[in-house]
């Protein structure tokens, strides 16, 4: 009777595990469909124009956990678990919107959807420029996209720091200085 608790545990990394694989295979076969949508791209250049204004008009509810910083944003990107707005109170920090992806266990996992992701903002930003960018300990892969404003995007593939739910995500980042 000693293997049943091992076995339990076992078939539950197991049931997490497909879970966790569901969720990506499930954007993978979403983002085949997808090409630069129209819907996809306003909302892209809507937080782009919330910019100027620092992003507090699409700043909801505050988050809990965000130290007084950070705010439920009330416009979000397709396929993102969530999006926050972060109103730093120290202002060098500048202001920024950030939405997060679902987490997958490995790196190689979110490859093809973070290519997919870089390739649909080069499509609704035509006249940004990109370049690469690994300025971050945690981050695998990152591509960044300015204008001739105050604004850029960021799409970073990094590792969660969370011993709870630990793995990668795609993290896109909406910066205005």
Same mark, same amino acid.
């Given at each position: 009777?000693?293997?049943?608790?091992?076995?339990?545990?076992?078939?539950?990394? #197991?049931? &997490?595990?497909? #879970?966790? #694989?569901? @969720?990506? &295979?499930?954007?993978?076969?979403?983002? /085949?469909?997808?090409?630069?949508?129209?819907?996809?791209?306003?909302?892209?250049?809507?937080?782009? /124009?919330?910019a100027?204004?620092g992003?507090?008009?699409?700043?909801?509810?505050?988050?809990?956990?965000?130290?007084?910083?950070?705010?439920?944003?009330?416009?979000?990107?397709?396929? =993102?678990?969530?999006?926050?707005?972060?109103?730093?109170?120290? @202002?060098? +920090?500048?202001?920024?919107? *950030?939405? !997060?992806f679902?987490? *997958?266990?490995?790196?190689?996992? +979110?490859?093809?959807? %973070?290519?997919?992701?870089? *390739?649909?903002?080069?499509?609704?930003?035509?006249?940004?420029?990109?370049r690469? &960018?690994?300025?971050?300990?945690?981050?695998?892969?990152?591509?960044? %996209?300015?204008?001739?404003?105050?604004t850029?995007?960021?799409?970073?593939?990094?590792?969660?720091?969370?011993?709870? &739910?630990?793995?990668?995500?795609? =993290?896109?980042? %909406? !910066?205005?200085?």
């Open positions: 009777m000693k293997w049943i608790p091992i076995f339990k545990e076992y078939v539950d990394r #197991q049931v &997490n595990e497909y #879970q966790r #694989q569901m @969720r990506i &295979n499930e954007l993978q076969s979403d983002s /085949s469909t997808r090409t630069a949508s129209s819907e996809s791209c306003d909302s892209i250049q809507r937080i782009v /124009s919330e100027e204004y992003f507090r008009r699409v700043a909801g509810r505050r988050d809990p956990d965000g130290g007084g910083e950070a705010f439920y944003s009330t416009v979000s990107l397709p396929g =993102s678990e969530e999006c926050e707005v972060w109103l730093y109170r120290d @202002r060098d +920090l500048g202001k920024s919107l *950030a939405c !997060d679902p987490v *997958a266990p490995t790196s190689s996992m +979110l490859l093809p959807e %973070f290519d997919r992701l870089t *390739a649909h903002f080069k499509a609704c930003l035509p006249s940004w420029s990109s690469s &960018n690994s300025s971050h300990s945690n981050t695998v892969k990152d591509l960044t %996209f300015s204008s001739s404003g105050k850029s995007v960021s799409i970073r593939l990094m590792q969660k720091r969370s011993s709870r &739910n630990p793995g990668y995500l795609i =993290s896109i980042w %909406f !910066d205005r200085e």
